[in-house]
């Protein structure tokens, strides 16, 4: 079963609308015991880092979460859903989930426009579950955020972006994968790699 977790900040139905495109058949929710029993969890993400830990905080879903982490399930965090699977962001005073060692940290350069918006080029940095390290085709995604995430270990960075400088679009420790993109607004690089995650 296919989870896309319901806790208020996300882009529900489009991200359910591509998974089915993709070959899946996800299944929307808030509950705590149909989260506890996914094969594969989606944390979609839009808005701000501490609304989106306050919002699993008040529906009690921390504690089927880190059922289903502890279990190795699949998971895939989108735009915020990523951000917050690190430890804290410049955004807010909540502690994230903790499941990667990352910071998210601000653009902050006075010749950015905020928020990175529009499609970009995404680079693999290496091989891995969601991306062909090997393909010579320009993938490309569309972005919209504020804050970018920061890993500590580079081995837990699995695609690169740039706006201003390079940056982590897409990061992984074990079965934990999150995405700075919306995969679920890139066409067919978004479908495909939403069915390279159905495939694990």
């Not at 969890?41 to 701000?48: E, H, N, Q, S």
């Not at 005073?93 to 006075?110: P, Q």
């Not at 081995?155 to 679009?169: H, P, Q, R, T, V």
């Amino acid at each position: 079963m296919i989870v896309i977790v319901d806790y208020g900040v996300g882009n529900l139905g489009s991200v359910a609308s591509m998974l089915r495109r993709a070959g899946g058949d996800p299944v929307v929710s808030c509950d705590p015991d149909v989260i506890s029993r996914a094969d594969k969890l989606i944390l979609p993400g839009v808005g701000a880092f501490d609304r989106a830990m306050n919002g699993l905080e008040e529906r009690h879903l921390l504690p089927a979460l880190q059922e289903v982490v502890a279990r190795e399930t699949p998971v895939l965090g989108i735009c915020l859903g990523a951000q917050i699977l690190g430890r804290k962001s410049e955004e807010g005073i909540c502690a994230g989930l903790g499941w990667l060692d990352m910071e998210v940290k601000k653009f902050s350069s006075k010749d950015l426009r905020v928020p990175h918006m529009g499609w970009n080029t995404v680079t693999p940095a290496k091989n891995s579950l969601l991306f062909d390290a090997i393909s010579t085709e320009e993938q490309r995604f569309y972005f919209v955020h504020s804050y970018y995430m920061q890993c500590r270990n580079e081995e837990n960075i699995l695609a690169i972006s740039s706006y201003g400088k390079d940056f982590a679009c897409a990061v992984s420790c074990g079965h934990i994968y999150g995405v700075q993109f919306h995969p679920e607004k890139s066409h067919r690089f978004g479908m495909n790699l939403f069915k390279r995650f159905l495939d694990v």
